[in-house]
């Protein structure tokens, strides 16, 4: 069984502040990439950041030089560094990761449960 388990959401005003983590455990082999994305009730999931193995980048055009992610492949984790954080930046943040697990056949995507974002004063 494999699971992705977020942390680190909260309220935080304006301007402010959060990182967040998703650590992978299980029966994994590999791991390639891994992502955060948002959701806002009513709206599709977007694509926040993108990282991979190898530690390129991607990030959307509206948190870009605003949230850093970064990973630490030996603990099987993803970070999000938030900062100055909007009111629209309010959301549920999903982990995802493209991991291989033990006895599969190919890489699959997994989703962790999601954490919330609020940023109001």
């Known amino acids: 069984q494999v699971q992705l388990v977020e942390s680190g959401g909260g309220l935080v005003q304006p301007g402010g502040s959060l990182r967040l983590s998703c650590t992978a455990s299980g029966s994994i082999l590999s791991i390639n990439y891994m992502n955060w994305y948002r959701q806002v009730p009513g709206k599709e999931r977007e694509l926040v950041a993108a990282i991979a193995s190898g530690g390129s980048t991607n990030y959307a055009d509206s948190v870009k030089g605003r949230f850093t992610i970064s990973r630490d492949n030996a603990k099987k984790t993803v970070y999000l560094q938030m900062n100055s954080l909007k009111p629209e930046d309010t959301a549920v943040y999903h982990c995802?990761?493209?991991?291989?697990?033990?006895?599969?056949?190919?890489?699959?995507?997994?989703w962790g449960q999601g954490t919330q974002v609020t940023v109001s004063s």
């Open positions: 995802n990761a493209d991991i291989w697990r033990v006895g599969g056949a190919r890489y699959s995507a997994y």
